[in-house]
């Protein structure tokens, strides 16, 4: 698969803002900018990754592997993730998983038949003040309970996403611009 050129236009604009000895501080929010264009991180992608910051195709894997808002593989278009660590788990999170579970029809690691939604359990999300917590995409969803997850599915199956809780520019997104 090619590289657009709307990504190699964007990753100018984020290489520019470093100097040249420091282009591997690009690596991660140049990854996410192949995440937003392509959906996931491609092996074509890594590998052109790896040659516009100068950096090693180890480095650039470690930085895949270790972060779990990076994608390696494909995903439906909203990639659900949901906190399962203890302080999500005791404000009813569990609940809540099991909920979305029941109502996309999946379980964790699995995608809608549609290729709309795949759910993600990850360890923690940061948000331990005010699980449950998940992200969609970029945009987080604090104290969740089952009819705000369900107001959340519904408007994005319709085409009118609930807005996050707190924008914040997390994942990258320095503009804190809307993604999906």
């Known amino acids: 698969m ?18 040249e000895e420091k282009r591997q501080s690009a690596l991660i929010p140049l990854l996410f900018e192949v995440q937003r264009e392509l959906g996931w ?7 052109w990754v790896v040659e516009t910051c100068g950096s090693t195709s180890v480095k650039v894997r470690e930085i895949i592997t270790f972060y779990s808002m990076m ?3 494909p995903c439906g278009k909203f990639l659900i993730q949901f906190c399962q660590n203890i302080a999500c788990c005791l404000t009813g999170g569990e609940e809540i998983q099991h909920h979305i579970e029941e ?43 089952v009819d705000k997850v369900d107001r959340i599915i519904n408007g994005i199956k319709a085409g009118e996403p609930v807005l996050p809780d707190n924008p914040t520019p997390l994942l990258g997104n320095v503009s804190g611009e809307r993604t999906a």
């Not at 090619?2 to 100097?19: G, M």
């Not at 999946?106 to 360890?123: A, Q, R, S, W």
């Open 2 to 19: 090619p590289i657009p050129e709307t990504l190699k236009k964007k990753a100018e604009e984020i290489v520019f803002r470093y100097p």
């Open 103 to 145: 109502k996309l029809g999946i379980h964790p690691g699995e995608t809608t038949k549609d290729g709309m939604f795949t759910l993600k359990c990850v360890e923690c999300l940061g948000g331990c003040s005010w699980g449950p917590m998940m992200v969609v995409n970029e945009d987080q969803y604090f104290q969740l309970t």
């Open 71 to 73: 994608r390696a593989e």
């Open 41 to 47: 991180i491609t092996p074509e992608a890594e590998e």
